[in-house]
């Protein structure tokens, strides 16, 4: 099993939207409706923004929303703030185990 | 509010054991629907997932770990434990323990604990 596929970094000014894409194969993103999404800043443990695909948990802003085409993921940030930026892993149920992404950073211009 | 703590060496030698504990507070670890899982990250590097306990006592691991890879449920003192053999420098990590629901999803984590492999 392979690393989904993320980009390495994204950026974006404040009040612009951004996409993070998450490209897996028909094993993981396109076989199961659970990918999920994390957030993390420097030092800290990951935090949860979506899962199944689109669904966000109680105090995620709903600046944050999901979506998946087939094999692929992304996950969409709009209205971009500072403290966006942040590393952000997606994940994804894959049968008999999980696997994520190898994560994107977010840069906020 | 769930919460969990890990506990555990941080500083092992190579080939030998890694041992870590996840205590949960504010819940039981018997309680359906969960699962119990490690994972870890590698300085500067991304997340791997290591694996998971249900609460029915059944294990997944991840694949290119799991010949050395023991994940295990003390129901008395209400935590999990993870053991790794044989260890090597690329097992120089942050290990977290995290909890999922039926969404696999990991909604609750640990502050993580750094475990370095050296002599």
């Known amino acids: 099993q392979s690393a989904l596929t993320q980009p390495r970094s994204v950026s974006g000014s404040p009040g612009q939207s951004v996409t993070i894409s998450c490209t897996g194969t028909?094993?993981?993103?396109?076989?199961?409706?659970?990918v999920s999404w994390y957030q993390q800043h420097p030092g800290k443990a990951p935090k949860l923004m979506i899962y199944d695909v689109s669904k966000r948990p109680s105090g995620v802003p709903d600046r944050f929303s999901g979506s998946k085409s087939g094999n692929t993921a992304s996950l969409t940030i709009s209205g971009l703030q500072a403290e966006d930026e942040a590393d952000y892993y997606c994940c994804s149920y894959a049968g008999s185990y999980t696997v994520f992404g190898g994560g994107t950073k977010l840069t906020v211009l | 509010q769930l919460q969990l703590q890990e506990s555990g060496s941080g500083l092992v030698k190579p080939s030998q054991t890694l041992s870590l504990t996840c205590a949960v507070s504010?819940?039981?670890?018997?309680?359906?629907?969960?699962?119990w899982s490690w994972i870890r990250q590698p300085p500067g590097k991304g997340l791997e997932w290591i694996g998971y306990?249900?609460?029915?006592?059944?294990?997944y691991y991840n694949p290119s770990l799991k010949s050395r890879v023991t994940i295990s449920v003390d129901r008395s003192k209400n935590q999990f434990s993870l053991k790794l053999s044989s260890v090597t420098a690329a097992d120089t990590a942050v290990y977290y323990c995290?909890?999922?629901?039926?969404?696999?999803?990991?909604?609750?984590w640990g502050q993580g604990t750094m475990v370095t492999v050296s002599s």
């Open positions: 028909s094993s993981d993103v396109g076989g199961y409706n659970y």
């Open positions: 995290a909890s999922a629901g039926t969404t696999f999803a990991f909604d609750i």
């Open positions: 504010g819940g039981s670890i018997s309680s359906g629907g969960y699962s």
């Open positions: 306990i249900y609460h029915s006592g059944s294990t």
